[in-house]
């Protein structure tokens, strides 16, 4: 294949650029590039900026006869240019700024630093509040977050998946990441049958730019590569299986499915107790993960969620549940409208509904990390947290050619690692998905929907 990621591609690559600004002086820029001793970039759905950590070794002659760290001088906050690609000729082009300086050591003769890079939004983010009220959809919010004038104006690709839902809140001060992540857990992805089966997204940054992604969208994408593990090495491609774009270096798997811990978290089952204060209406709602999958009213990963032992089903109205919570319906909070008469005609309106969303949220995040697997391939930079690649083993069987149907299949990137050195190249990924069973195939990747 054409595009095979083959083991020439772990040697060394090239950092071609690592240019630092000087706060003082704008006109002053340092390059360390050429002390490169390691370079590391991550990147997580569970993280809300991009992270480099950068370590350079200063023999003192780097600026006016000084090192980095004092001739420039390095205290927090530089510019960093930064521009690195594999031996595959993927390029990582960023600009991000410095967030924490570390003297690792230092003698008569050299030093050794290492410097923490994050975006410039993660920065900015410690000095604005939201002190506004929103109305409308959630996903105009995020928007309007992270691209107006008055909050963090950010000129980097924004991602947004569109919400079913509108939910109308006050910022009260609030930072606006911490809004972001707060309103991803009460959003409700815009595809037929996801109101009152699935909610839950996720607000995180990858080299291309802001992404705020359902759980189901990410689950439902198609695969970005196939990676498969054996134990003969690849031969510079000549031994990769066909269909295959990469052989995998390391391959771990991890059953995260903590039978209590799920249950006490409410992954399968969670009944929520509702109560109007104006009316004396009472609900007791009891979502249940195994009749949503029936309905088809996620998209998952695998083909299947656990199945859990049977007998320990509890029969009858409104008892198989292992967590509850209770809310007083959200009614006549904010209401939408121009006019008071506008906003009294949706006074009995639900601004947040927790039948159709809260549980199934609490559900779709604890499902999600059921699988984790963790790979190291040699160096590839067009990968990005949030793809879904399609990750296979072989199975300890007597017939060595045998394919894990269990484990095997798609995977979501949860967080990735590049690691740079003068010696190697490589990306490490921690894969996770929600179900088990091997669905699609590595060639096209592609979910039955």
């Known amino acids: 294949m054409a595009n095979q990621i083959t083991s020439k591609s772990a040697q060394p690559s090239y950092i071609e650029r690592f240019d630092i600004v000087s706060n003082k002086s704008q006109g002053k ?22 992270r480099v950590t950068y370590t350079f070794a200063d023999t003192g002659n780097t600026i006016d006869n000084k090192t980095a760290l004092e001739g420039l001088p390095i205290v927090g906050q530089e510019k960093v240019t930064l521009k690195f690609k594999d031996n595959n000729e993927s390029e990582l082009n960023l600009t991000m700024y410095v967030n924490k300086v570390t003297p690792l ?49 950010t000129k980097k690709k924004v991602d947004i998946e569109e919400t079913s839902n509108n939910y109308n809140f006050i910022g009260n001060n609030r930072k606006p990441y911490y809004a972001m992540n707060w309103l991803s857990k009460k959003s409700v992805p815009n595809f037929e049958k996801a109101k009152g089966n699935t909610a839950g997204y996720f607000f995180f940054e990858t080299s291309e730019g802001f992404k705020f992604k359902s759980i189901d969208t990410l689950s439902s994408q198609e695969k970005k590569k196939s990676i498969i593990f054996n134990q003969t090495p690849d031969s510079r491609g000549d ?33 929520t107790i509702l109560f109007d204060p104006f009316t004396c209406y009472y609900e007791v709602v009891v979502p249940n993960a195994k009749e949503i999958e029936k ?13 859990l032992n049977p007998e320990f089903n509890r ?24 006019n008071a008469q506008q906003q009294i005609e949706k006074s009995k309106t639900e601004n947040f509904e927790y039948k159709n969303i809260l549980n199934q949220s609490i559900m779709r995040y604890n499902q999600l990390f059921s699988i984790k ?69 590595h060639t096209s990747g592609k979910i039955p929907l």
């Open 315 to 338: 029969t009858g109205a409104n008892k198989d549940f292992s967590r509850t919570t209770y809310y007083l319906l959200d009614k006549g909070t904010l209401p939408s409208g121009d």
């Open 295 to 307: 309905k088809n009213g996620i998209k998952k990963s695998g083909k299947e969620l656990p199945s």
């Open 373 to 441: 697997s963790t790979i190291t391939i040699p160096g590839d930079f067009s990968l990005h947290a949030g793809d879904v690649v399609f990750c296979d083993a072989k199975q300890l069987s007597e017939n060595d050619e045998e394919i894990n149907k269990e484990y095997g299949g798609l995977y979501i990137i949860a967080d990735l690692c590049h690691y740079i050195s003068p010696k190697e190249t490589y990306t490490k990924l921690n894969l996770v998905r929600d179900s088990f069973g091997r669905t699609g195939n």
């Open 29 to 50: 820029t340092v390059s360390v590039v050429n002390g490169a001793i390691r370079l590391m970039y991550y990147e997580s759905i569970l993280q809300d900026t991009i």
């Open 105 to 153: 050591s230092d003698d008569t003769t050299k030093s050794m630093i290492q410097l923490e890079l994050v975006s410039k939004e993660f920065i900015l983010n410690e000095k604005i509040r939201l002190n506004e009220r929103f109305d409308g959809k959630i996903s105009d919010h995020i928007k309007k977050i992270l691209t107006a004038q008055n909050y963090l104006t």
């Open 239 to 271: 031994d990769i299986p066909s269909g295959y774009d990469v052989k995998a270096l390391e391959y771990s798997k991890d059953n995260r499915v903590d039978v209590q811990e799920k249950l006490k978290m409410g992954a399968y089952s969670t009944r």
